[in-house]
């Protein structure tokens, strides 16, 4: 396995394809810490650091990891890329149920850039929109931020004029606009989907703190909340009992056999080869935990507001407490939506109608089951049963991170690499970007990550030569390298001198 990185490096073209992604990546980064004149963003990250504590972050803390802690440092792209994934699950569904976008899918290439224009006309709609209820909900952050009050912490908007709106929602549309551009070029250029490891890249941002974390917790003096060896040792296996628990669900399927007939057509015969239909166990993804999620930041907020505002409302309170973090009934309405958009996304995005009149087309069948309207009914039985095993696993991961925080006072900067919507990304995205490396490599004629990935009928005796490639792109990326990597130079010379002087 080791070995397949070493070779990553040694195809020209694969090599090229890393480091312009980790260019790229690193421009993202430095876009996250790039402060938005205007703003102070050091109430914002007091007020956090005492959610976190008490682990109620909330909505606070699900934005702030998908922007990669750009909110918390009132950066640039502090709308992150979110806006520009909300205008593609827009049209990904208006494209299931309009039938004029329906055929604008399926016209090929011409039909797909038409969507992907009117996905980026969205995109800055959201951004403006956003950005100025963003702009406006910081300068009374309490209407914002449920507990933030700012008398305690302080103002964060340092100039509330008309000019600084206007200026401050234009960079933050801009960031968002660069963001996508960013990950366009990964996709087109690189290595992996470049809008997924732009939201990856912010998630794990946070892993060194984390770790620092956990340090200061093993090393804390005795009598303190510290992490002895044992607990440490069973927290690094639970680590590793929950990623691979991510792996095989995202890589689980239920392979349908699928047998062509044979047609003659002239002298040549088609067909009569054998194949099948794979269907997903975790067909939905990431997104019903998002939504869920999304859905039940609002109601606990909302029914507190009504109980403080009117005394005659207090039975507003007792509902709102059903929607507190660390109470059974939050996981059970949790788990709940998380199985209702589970498949509510199955029912928009598979079309086992359409399958099956596509396999009738050519000539297939699921032996056993008639083609036509029988086929359909079977592929929406075997995914219906499929959708339930992935919803029931869906909410293990995504409770498994509480059940840390609340039951064993875990951190939850470390609470939140074991489960939850930041890992189940994380990893998608990861096994996403080795299966395309491992595509290169066995191309090229290497070993891929596995020794079962290896080309049948090559002598292993034989040494291993990369085919020749076109390297022009390479002397293009010498520039862009030279300065990222004066700008990470500087970086790091920077930090020290600050560390040395505090």
Request: charged share 10%; hydrophobic share 50%; glycine share 10%.
């Amino acid at each position: 396995m080791l070995s397949a990185f070493t070779n990553s490096f040694k195809i020209p073209e694969l090599r090229n394809k890393i480091f312009f992604t980790l260019s790229m990546l690193f421009v993202a980064r430095i876009g996250a810490n790039i402060p938005l004149p205007g703003i102070d963003p050091t109430p914002l990250q007091d007020f956090f650091a005492d959610q976190t504590a008490s682990g109620t972050s909330g909505v606070l803390g699900l934005y702030n990891m998908f922007t990669g802690g750009a909110l918390l440092k009132g950066a640039v792209f502090a709308l992150g890329i979110m806006p520009y994934i909300s205008a593609s699950i827009i049209f990904q569904l208006m494209t299931a149920v309009v039938p004029s976008l329906a055929r604008l899918a399926r016209e090929g290439d011409v039909g797909r850039q038409k969507i992907t224009q009117y996905t980026r006309l969205a995109t800055i709609a959201i951004c403006l929109v956003q950005g100025t209820l963003l702009i406006i909900g910081l300068k009374n952050p309490g209407g914002l931020f449920s507990g933030f009050e700012q008398e305690v912490y302080g103002s964060i908007i340092l100039n509330d004029g008309a000019w600084f709106v206007m200026s401050s929602v234009v960079i933050l549309t801009t960031g968002t606009i660069i963001l996508m551009w960013l990950g366009e070029q990964i996709t087109e250029k690189g290595i992996g989907q470049g809008v997924s490891l732009l939201i990856m890249i912010g998630i794990i941002s946070d892993l060194p703190s984390a770790t620092a974390t956990l340090y200061r917790m093993v090393f804390a003096p005795i009598g303190t909340s510290r992490i002895e060896v044992p607990e440490l040792a069973l927290m690094f296996v639970l680590l590793l009992v929950v990623t691979a628990g991510l792996v095989a669900v995202i890589q689980a399927m239920r392979k349908i056999p699928v047998q062509y007939a044979k047609r003659v057509v002239g002298r040549k015969v088609y067909g009569g080869q054998s194949s099948f239909l794979p269907l997903k166990v975790n067909y939905s993804g990431v997104m019903p935990v998002i939504f869920a999620s999304a859905i039940l930041m609002f109601p606990q907020q909302i029914l507190s507001s009504l109980s403080a505002s009117f005394s005659s409302l207090s039975f507003f309170g007792t509902i709102s407490s059903w929607f507190v973090r660390g109470t059974i009934s939050y996981y059970a309405i949790f788990g709940f939506l998380i199985l209702i958009f589970s498949y509510f996304w199955v029912s928009v995005m598979f079309k086992p109608i359409q399958i099956a009149d596509d396999l009738k087309k050519n000539g297939g069948y699921i032996p056993g089951v008639r083609p036509g309207e029988p086929t359909a009914k079977f592929l929406d039985f075997v995914m219906t049963r499929l959708t339930f095993a992935g919803a029931v696993f869906l909410t293990l991961i995504a409770v498994f991170p509480d059940v840390l925080l609340f039951s064993l006072n875990v951190p939850y900067q470390i609470s939140n690499f074991f489960g939850g919507t930041g890992m189940l990304i994380t990893v998608g995205v990861i096994l996403q970007v080795l299966q395309q490396v491992e595509t290169y490599l066995l191309q090229r004629h290497y070993d891929g990550f596995l020794k079962k990935g290896r080309i049948r009928g090559r002598n292993p005796a034989t040494k291993a030569r990369p085919q020749l490639t076109v390297t022009s792109d390479m002397g293009n990326l010498r520039p862009l390298m030279l300065v990222l990597g004066s700008i990470f130079l500087i970086g790091i010379i920077s930090w020290v001198l600050r560390t040395l002087v505090l």
